[in-house]
């Protein structure tokens, strides 16, 4: 099954693919495949693109890469900094053979390193606050002016382990009606309205409810590890029906038998 610009193309490469016709590939089906898995179908430039338009793939993702614009900076100021050390370094003699009118050299050189080691920490201190402000800026300007399930989702922990989707829903559909005072008094918003559409669903059980959807995550990580883990197979799985699909002289009730070996 692929998704394709809004376009569900059933390819019958499930369980039943021996009893579903051959659908065969096209050059456009596997164009705009490609367009759907790549920031901005691909035709975004690595020169014009701006870091605060790498905030629609979300706050994660501008962080990341302001984070790495931040370390190139902050190291190359202090690099520079700590040039001029390393020429003292690299020019003195450790031990000279010739003691006299050096002590006041050798001091002068000691404020000088000192002063820029003194100077790479105020940077470094400098920059670490800089980045916490600019962190905070860049999460209050996403917040506000990106929509994401945090602005209309309720995260809740605690529910008991056999409660479903619809229990969870009816439970606080009853506790939060908006039309009226809620069950701790206060007073009900004035351009409320229940669930008039289910587009987003397809549940026709949530038309005139107060929650719009629920959803259930449960503790599945090794699940989807060990799906993950088997995910080439898989694919070769799948590739392998379609070889047989296609092979068949009428391409419909073929049946071929293969086996696919695990990597």
Same mark, same amino acid.
């Given at each position: ?5 809004? =376009?569900?193309?059933? =390819? ?16 456009? !089906?596997?164009?705009?495949? !490609? ?17 605060? =338009? ?14 790495? +614009?931040?370390?190139?900076?902050? $190291? ?13 370094? *690299? ?36 920059? *670490? ?17 990106? *929509?994401?399930?945090?602005? $209309?989702?309720?995260? *809740? ?18 506790? $939060? ?6 069950? /701790? ?18 549940? /026709?059980? $949530? ?17 989807? /590890?060990?799906?993950?883990? +088997? /995910? ?5 799985? !799948? ?25």
């Amino acid at each position: 099954m692929m998704s394709m610009a809004g =376009e569900v193309v059933d =390819e019958g490469l499930g369980e039943d693919f021996e009893d579903t016709p051959w659908v065969p590939p096209t050059v456009k !089906r596997a164009e705009d495949n !490609r367009a759907q898995t790549i920031y901005r179908a691909g035709k975004s430039s690595i020169w014009d693109t701006r870091l605060h =338009e790498l905030e629609d793939m979300g706050i994660g993702v501008a962080l990341y890469f302001q984070f790495l +614009k931040f370390l190139t900076g902050t $190291y190359f100021v202090l690099t520079i900094l700590s040039i001029p050390p390393l020429l003292f370094a *690299i020019s003195g003699e450790g031990f000279t053979e010739v003691v006299f009118g050096t002590e006041y050299a050798e001091l002068d050189i000691s404020y000088y390193i000192t002063a820029f080691e003194f100077l790479s920490s105020v940077f470094a201190i400098l920059a *670490i606050i800089y980045w916490r402000w600019r962190t905070n800026v860049t999460v209050e300007r996403v917040d506000e002016n990106k *929509i994401t399930a945090t602005d $209309y989702a309720v995260y *809740i922990e605690g529910l008991p382990e056999t409660a479903g989707r619809k229990e969870i829903g009816q439970f606080f559909n009853d506790l $939060y009606q908006l039309e009226a005072p809620d069950w /701790k008094g206060r007073a009900p918003y004035e351009h409320a309205q229940p669930v008039f559409s289910v587009e987003n669903t397809g549940d /026709k059980w $949530y038309m005139g409810k107060w929650v719009a959807e629920a959803c259930v995550a449960r503790k599945v990580g090794r699940e989807v /590890k060990a799906y993950k883990d +088997k /995910k080439d197979t898989v694919l070769e799985l !799948r590739r392998k029906r379609a070889e047989a699909k296609m092979y068949n002289d009428n391409g419909h009730e073929c049946s071929v038998w293969f086996h696919v070996v695990p990597h």
